[in-house]
């Protein structure tokens, strides 16, 4: 039995940030559009940006306004399955809001380009 992917860490600026279960990241790079001519289906290429969003929560004592930055830096998610991926400039996309009652549920989403990949063991 093979394992499968179970665990997302987010690293941000060098720092892990703790992130529920369902953490997403979808990779930026080439994407196909379709051209359609009459009776033929073509296809032509555009760059799309990814994504990499997490939930995470506030706890006593901790900064909410610092959770949020404007400017670019490193982001890398790591997997449980040995896959790792690193953007030098990634950069939060949205401001941040607070849940109250459910543990103080703040999503992080971030904007990426294409990463490099890293395959450990």
């Known amino acids: 039995m093979a394992q499968t992917l179970g665990i997302v860490d987010i690293v941000w600026r060098g720092k892990r940030i703790p992130v529920e279960k369902g953490a997403k990241f979808k990779p930026g790079g080439l994407k196909n559009n379709v051209v359609k001519t009459g009776r033929r289906i073509d296809r032509s290429e555009e760059y799309m940006e990814g994504e990499v969003s997490g939930i995470t929560i506030l706890q006593r004592g901790q900064s909410f306004l610092g959770m949020y930055s404007t400017g670019e830096g490193e982001l890398q998610v790591l997997c449980d399955t040995g896959q790792s991926f690193t953007w030098p400039d990634a950069f939060m996309a949205d401001l941040i809001e607070a849940t109250g009652g459910e543990g103080g ?17």
């Open 105 to 121: 549920k703040i999503e992080l989403k971030w904007v990426v380009g294409e990463p490099e990949e890293l395959l450990n063991g």
